[in-house]
């Protein structure tokens, strides 16, 4: 028995996604999509090009959701925009090991800049402002937070690269500087901030 890809295409519009040609197309702009079977889109998303999309991956919901350019989302990678928007810039890291950002209440905006990683289980809600160069490593929930941008972990003076959270934990109505990290487990608290340099002395 064959594929009805009329009947799964009619599923995918009815929740508000892509059809499969739809999804495919994407190619057209050089994305990589690896399984179009399992890479849902919504309508409401704008997607650059050279983004690479690994089998289940979910970007959709009600809100606008706009994503950059050469992003790389992992599988188990989800952006919903519900009643709030998202805003992805380029050269970003979503997974490995899952990732989620949830614009989950009215007029809330996730703005995430470029050159970022966030891995291992982060999870973005209500609003967020994630500056360039920013990092966040583990099943952090973060909420209402902002961290400034700098450098991309690539930079050679850890001081100077965009702000880290990582563990595992809560962390909600922070606000990092440039340079600096928490390492949390449990409730991530400003008292706990240090320069990235306590982890990461500067190359030499």
């Given amino acids: 028995m064959g594929i009805d890809f009329d009947a799964l295409d009619r599923i995918r519009t009815g929740q508000g996604y892509l059809t499969?040609?739809?999804?495919?197309?994407?190619?057209?702009?050089?994305?990589?999509?690896?399984?179009p079977f399992s890479l849902l889109?919504?309508?409401?998303?704008?997607?650059?090009?050279?983004?690479?999309?690994?089998?289940?991956?979910?970007?959709?919901?009600?809100?606008?959701?706009?994503?950059?350019?050469?992003?790389?989302?992992?599988s188990g990678s989800a952006l919903f925009a519900a009643g709030g928007r998202i805003v992805v810039g380029s050269h970003n890291q979503f997974g490995e090991g899952g990732f989620t950002a949830k614009a989950d209440r009215a007029g809330a905006t996730i703005e995430i800049g470029d050159h970022g990683r966030y891995v291992g289980g982060a999870a973005i809600y209500g609003a967020a402002r994630l500056g360039s160069g920013t990092q966040?490593?583990?099943?952090?929930?973060?909420?209402?937070?902002?961290?400034?941008?700098?450098?991309?972990?690539?930079?050679?003076?850890?001081?100077?690269?965009?702000?880290?959270?990582?563990?595992?934990?809560?962390a909600r109505h922070l606000s990092l500087a440039t340079g600096q990290v928490i390492q949390g487990n449990g409730v991530f608290d400003m008292k706990d901030v240090k320069l990235q340099s306590f982890y990461h002395p500067a190359v030499k």
């Fill in 20 to 35: 499969l040609a739809e999804t495919l197309a994407l190619a057209e702009r050089n994305n990589a999509v690896l399984d």
């Fill in 41 to 74: 889109i919504g309508r409401g998303v704008t997607i650059g090009s050279g983004n690479m999309f690994y089998p289940n991956v979910m970007i959709g919901g009600e809100g606008a959701i706009t994503i950059g350019d050469r992003n790389t989302f992992h």
């Fill in 136 to 170: 966040i490593f583990g099943a952090v929930a973060v909420q209402d937070c902002v961290l400034a941008a700098g450098g991309s972990y690539q930079e050679p003076d850890p001081d100077a690269r965009g702000a880290v959270l990582k563990g595992v934990g809560r």
